[in-house]
């Protein structure tokens, strides 16, 4: 059997600490290594046992989160999971902690009904399972329900059937649409950063809880070229925009003439996710076809692989990030591995290959 994935949980509350611990150890790949009510105590246990993954509260006594992420990653990087309230000020927070390292965030399990609990066990679980397997690199300073039987793990066909692609408008503006996961929103930054003003729309599913997608949509569009937003049910999607896909909700792109706007709506989990990116990829196979450039970015698991292969088999561009470059290569590798990607790139070099193909 394979070695089990050791995990330090860091909160103050006691409550929470027994919850995060059930769930946990409710999965056979994980185990918990220890406990701690601070970051102080956290130290202390980390020098006798290192963790494989720490999961982080951001708000604590003595030392607060942030601060002790700052300290780990720029002396010892250990993965590390934050695990937040979903709190207008708290969203905030959570972007610095992306830039200081975290691997992922997360939202506060939920406790007051087992559907919403399963998910929040599913998501946790997960993103423990993705920080376990995420490349480092050191950070330079300038009472518990029962759980229930997870449920089988729907495909993009729950939200969306498969079905034959509508006819390409000639005329129809060209479109991107993006899918990342664990290590996406530092690749996601860096490469529209990089590119002009008058880019094709583009739409982005990156795997977030719901409360941090809007903070990311903002934080993005004080540092680019573009409008980016995060998106509302009917938005349009045209030149020189970029729609973020809200966390928890999933979305779809959709097509009236010659315009494409977004579709936000609810539905289970695909892929173990909402919003999941097969869902975004299947759509603009089917509304965009060819006048679509599918791009699929770091992240542990598999979705937005079958999706990516829809969107080239629809005549989509299509390109997967590499390995050299993924934080977690899961998602562009299977991808490759279904033969979906035209073209495998690193993430310095996607942006001018969209610049070159495009102007």
Known sequence: MDKKIRVLIVDD??????????????????????????????????????????????????????????KIMSQHPIPVVVISSLTNEGTEVAMKALEYGASEIIGKPAMNAAHFFNESKIRLCDAVKAASQAKLSRLKISNTPQVEIVKPKYSADIILEAGSYKKRIADTDKIIVLGASTGGTEAIRSLLKSLPPRMPGIAIVQHMP?????????????????????????????????????????????????????????????????PSVDVLFRSAARYAGQNATGILLTGMGADGAKGLLELKEAGSDTIAQNQETSIVFGMPKEA????????????????????????
């Open 13 to 70: 509350s006691a409550v929470v600490r027994q919850s995060l611990s059930s769930i946990l150890e409710s999965d056979p790949q994980i185990e918990i290594m220890g406990t701690a009510a601070d970051p102080l105590i956290a130290v202390k246990k980390i020098m006798k046992e290192v963790p494989d993954v720490i999961t982080l509260d951001i708000e604590m006594p003595r030392m607060d989160g942030l601060t002790f992420l700052r």
């Open 210 to 274: 719901e409360g941090f997608t809007k903070s990311f949509a903002n934080s993005l569009n004080t540092i680019t070229n573009l409008e980016v937003k995060e998106a509302e049910d009917g938005d349009r999607l045209y030149q020189g925009r970029v729609l973020i896909a809200r966390g928890d909700h999933h979305m779809l792109l959709k097509r009236s003439g010659k315009e494409y706007s977004v579709e936000i709506k609810k539905g289970p989990l695909v892929n173990r996710h909402r």
């Open 336 to 359: 490759i591995k279904l033969g979906a990607a035209k073209g495998i790139l690193g993430i310095d070099e996607i942006a001018p290959y969209l610049v070159k193909k495009f102007f």
